[in-house]
């Protein structure tokens, strides 16, 4: 035990010299506001105002400092119009900046539109700058079109877009009763 100055640990050891003597450790760096916990003689873990980082790093940008699940309601807001659904739900796991869900949406009564085809809700806006593009897994009247999904940069809306770049409009559909299932990741 030591003072505000100092550090407080508990060592496990195997033995009593070199790292022998403190193979395992529990230790609180007053002076630095760190908890530190090693294994084979060697810090693997530390946490500090950042946030959790591994081993023995301690920049800053490096830490890990979010972490949730939730779920999120992923609605129609453009292509389709006077929307009934007969499912719409989405789950979300959050790591440091990036956003992994997975969403269902199924239509039981709609009126296609030839506007871009968008979804609202997501649970986080994305990062201004992102990437956010990834593929449908399996849909009903999506079927052959080679679609891309897009999260829009600074929102909460996630678009659809043909292969070739060019809008995926409500009218591209062969009617409103889709399932849509689709995982994908983005940046916030």
């Keep these: 035990v030591a003072g505000t ?3 407080s640990s508990i060592f496990m050891a195997d ?3 070199g790292d022998a003597s403190y193979r395992g450790y529990v230790q609180y760096q007053h002076t630095n506001d ?3 916990i090693g294994t084979g003689g060697a810090q ?3 946490i500090d105002s950042d946030g959790l980082k591994f081993g ?4 800053a940008a490096n ?3 979010d972490y949730e699940t939730g779920t999120f309601t992923p609605t129609v807001v453009s292509g389709i119009t006077s929307v009934s659904y007969a499912t719409n739900v989405g789950y979300y796991t959050k790591i440091g900046d990036t956003i992994m869900i997975s969403l269902r949406v199924a239509l039981s009564a709609g009126t296609l ?3 871009l085809l968008s979804f609202a809700g997501l649970p986080e806006a994305a990062r201004t700058s992102t990437y956010g593009a990834g593929y449908v897994s399996y849909t009903s009247s999506f079927a052959n079109q080679n679609i891309n999904f897009y999260v829009n940069p600074g ?5 659809v877009y043909k292969q070739i770049g060019t809008n995926f409009a409500g009218n591209d559909l062969v009617s409103y009763a889709f399932d849509l299932r689709l995982m994908l990741a983005y940046l916030t």
């Design 63 to 65: 830490a890990l400092d």
């Design 155 to 159: 929102s909460t809306q996630l678009s």
């Design 5 to 7: 100055s100092g550090e």
């Design 34 to 36: 760190n908890f530190n």
């Design 44 to 46: 693997r873990l530390r």
């Design 15 to 17: 033995g009593t010299s």
């Design 56 to 59: 023995s790093d301690t920049a």
């Design 113 to 115: 539109q030839s506007s």
